[in-house]
């Protein structure tokens, strides 16, 4: 049904939408402001921003093992596995990749690696199958997309007979900080001698560093924060209010009387806050 409210078409459902609503957002704001119920209380159980995945220094001295038996460059050799496994030794990811440096099981076989969760074997075999694949496509950054992708993924990109996937754009990114677009007319990769001496554990504390800045929220206004924060906390006390059923009618005494003291209490602070009845 539509009714002429103030000249303005209004319908009946709509408006019993906005009597419901307006309390709970007041609600809410009270809340966001400190005046609320249990407004402290949400606050003390929110926890911090995600924590920046464990990292493994233990695992560099096999790193810079790898590194300096294959002359490529630690730093390089790290983020690899960083982006592979974040260091962890023991994951198996969806597809059924094994270890620190993600290993398929028949890949690993081919490659005579007994135990892809043996970090100082899974970091030497990584090693050497990046030497392979940087002199089959000329870089590393080509190399990095081909471990992850496949070498025959990358040589049918490179012949514009496939699309190179969004996950290892992001992943050659992540290795070496360029676009693998970059990489592509970019001819040989200097070897370890001539990048920056960085050691495994400098690497990753940078890495930490990286996520943990990546983790904090945006800036953002305090009274926005709180006020989502809280949003959900007003709407579960609002659906503990009893609740007259339509038939009942909204002219008893005391169904306004919980909204109307809400909207005192807002009142009282400049702004403004109405109850809509039926």
Same mark, same amino acid.
């Given at each position: 049904?539509?009714? $002429?409210?103030?000249?303005?078409?209004?319908?009946?459902?709509?408006?019993?939408?906005?009597?419901?609503?307006?309390?709970?957002?007041?609600?809410?704001?009270?809340?966001?402001?400190?005046?609320?119920?249990?407004?402290?209380?949400?606050?003390?159980?929110?926890?911090?921003?995600?924590?920046?995945? /464990?990292?493994?220094?233990?695992?560099?001295?096999?790193?810079?093992?790898?590194?300096?038996?294959?002359?490529?460059?630690?730093?390089?050799?790290?983020?690899?596995?960083?982006?592979?496994?974040?260091?962890?030794?023991?994951?198996?990811?969806?597809?059924?990749?094994?270890?620190?440096?993600?290993?398929?099981?028949?890949?690993?076989?081919?490659?005579?690696?007994?135990?892809?969760?043996?970090?100082?074997?899974?970091?030497?075999?990584?090693? /050497?199958?990046?030497?392979?694949?940087?002199?089959?496509?000329?870089?590393?950054?080509?190399?990095?997309?081909?471990?992850?992708?496949?070498?025959?993924?990358?040589? $049918?990109?490179?012949?514009?007979?496939?699309?190179?996937?969004?996950?290892?754009?992001?992943?050659?990114?992540?290795?070496?900080?360029?676009?693998?677009?970059?990489?592509?007319?970019?001819?040989?990769?200097?070897?370890?001698?001539?990048?920056?001496?960085?050691?495994?554990?400098?690497?990753?504390?940078?890495?930490?560093?990286?996520?943990?800045?990546?983790? $904090?929220?945006?800036?953002?206004?305090?009274?926005?924060?709180?006020?989502?924060?809280?949003?959900?906390?007003?709407?579960?006390?609002?659906?503990? /209010?009893?609740?007259?059923?339509?038939?009942?009618?909204?002219?008893?005494?005391?169904?306004?009387?919980?909204?109307?003291?809400?909207?005192?209490?807002?009142?009282?602070?400049?702004?403004?806050?109405?109850?809509?009845?039926?």
């Amino acid at each position: 049904m539509i009714e $002429r409210s103030g000249g303005i078409a209004v319908s009946r459902p709509a408006r019993r939408r906005r009597r419901t609503l307006a309390p709970v957002l007041a609600l809410a704001w009270l809340i966001g402001l400190g005046i609320g119920p249990n407004a402290d209380a949400d606050d003390a159980r929110s926890p911090g921003g995600p924590a920046p995945p /464990t990292a493994g220094p233990g695992l560099c001295p096999y790193v810079e093992a790898a590194a300096r038996a294959n002359k490529l460059p630690v730093a390089f050799l790290t983020r690899l596995l960083w982006q592979e496994s974040g260091f962890r030794t023991g994951v198996t990811s969806p597809m059924g990749a094994q270890g620190v440096a993600q290993f398929l099981p028949q890949t690993a076989a081919e490659r005579g690696l007994s135990d892809p969760f043996d970090p100082e074997q899974a970091i030497a075999h990584a090693a /050497t199958l990046i030497v392979g694949l940087q002199r089959q496509f000329g870089n590393l950054g080509l190399a990095a997309a081909a471990y992850n992708a496949g070498a025959y993924r990358v040589m $049918r990109w490179r012949q514009g007979q496939a699309e190179l996937p969004a996950e290892t754009r992001a992943y050659v990114r992540g290795v070496t900080g360029s676009a693998v677009e970059d990489w592509v007319a970019a001819g040989p990769t200097p070897g370890a001698a001539a990048a920056p001496a960085v050691s495994c554990a400098a690497q990753l504390a940078e890495m930490g560093r990286t996520v943990r800045a990546r983790s $904090r929220p945006p800036a953002v206004p305090a009274w926005q924060a709180r006020l989502e924060r809280n949003l959900a906390q007003a709407i579960a006390l609002n659906s503990r /209010t009893p609740k007259l059923s339509e038939d009942q009618g909204s002219s008893r005494p005391g169904w306004t009387s919980a909204p109307e003291e809400l909207c005192r209490s807002i009142r009282s602070l400049g702004a403004d806050c109405a109850v809509y009845g039926q």
